[in-house]
């Protein structure tokens, strides 16, 4: 099987794929809600301009369609940063190449110390996060790590650079569960000016990561676009075409959504493109309304005000407390943070608010509840 995304994926054009959102209707809109299986033509209407005045129609049958899956239970997760040494360039970043910043890689002694604090918070899933720098943080480290750590943790995934199958094979055999690979933005000409220099320039290859992944067998992908580098509603609508089409080629594949916006780091970049809460809200209703089985994911990136107000309307997993810095947590508190993260409460005060809003905090992966 030598057919991957690309050849769905060169089959769309941008522009005209803007215009076909922008052209839907209010009926079109009323058509996508009234319907119990939508398509990708119902994405549309539903990420569209038209679909505004129907945000609260849209947030209440997502709240239902979650409630009917996931019941009232919402999973915790958290990232470790293990490395913030890069050799891409990209304008996003506050791990960029051209960032005169203190690089580290934790070691293995390193590793340890931030597992146990983050065990005695009670996390049981943890994101593994990296830079792009194949000599320090390639296979061979990723796969010292998930073995250093796959006793403490019910589920491990990892955020870093993408691999060849093979190297996803290895790292499979090891331990590792689910593997987050975001395009960042689906614009070809767009995705180049902002990754000018290191392997992640290769739009193609990355494009074809969750390909490699499905084919090594993996158990989990997780997809998504960096709102604010292009228009988000077209990354919206190409990260749900490839959802589609990953859900057809790897069925036994589970899946994750999550939803980047653009945050204040080390260098800054302005969003091209401003999503407003409101534009975030309708894209979250948007992929349930898509597809009730996914799993949607909500990072400390946004307020305290924010996720309170999201986590019943379709999110299914959310980190909290995070470091984005590589030993953050316990053994270098202060070193330069990834990005800035915008909820900065506790474990236990997340958890409180959840419990709050009449949610029950699930500590592994869904994959145990399903």
Partial sequence: MNSTFINTFNKYNWEETLASINSKTSLDVERALATDKRNLEDFKALISPAAKPFLEQMAQKSRMLTKKRFGNTIQMYVPMYLSNECQNI????????????????????????????????????????????????????????????????????????????????????????????????????????????????????????????????????????LFGLEDWRVDSFFTALHLRYLQKTYWKTKYSISFPRLRPHSGGLEPKVEMTDADLVQTICAFRLLDEDVELSMSTRESEVFRNNIVNLGITSISAESKTNPGGYAVEPQSLEQFEISDERSTEEVVSMLKKEGLEVVWKDWEHFS
């Fill in 90 to 225: 990209c304008t996003y970043c506050g791990f960029s190449l051209t960032n005169k910043i203190p690089r580290r890689t934790l070691t293995d002694a390193e590793i340890l110390k931030e597992v146990t604090f983050l065990k005695n918070k009670g996390y049981d899933h943890i994101l593994l996060v990296t830079g792009e720098a194949n000599k320090t943080v390639g296979v061979n480290y990723i796969n010292n790590a998930i073995q250093l750590i796959k006793s403490q943790f019910s589920n491990i995934t990892i955020e870093v650079q993408p691999l060849d199958r093979e190297e996803y094979e290895v790292l499979i055999e090891s331990g590792l569960y689910a593997v987050l690979v975001y395009q960042e933005t689906y614009h070809k000409e767009e995705y180049k000016k902002h990754h000018p220099k290191g392997k992640k320039s290769n739009f193609e290859y990355r494009l074809e990561t969750p390909d490699r992944l499905g084919k090594a067998g993996i158990h989990k992908i997780g997809l998504g676009a």
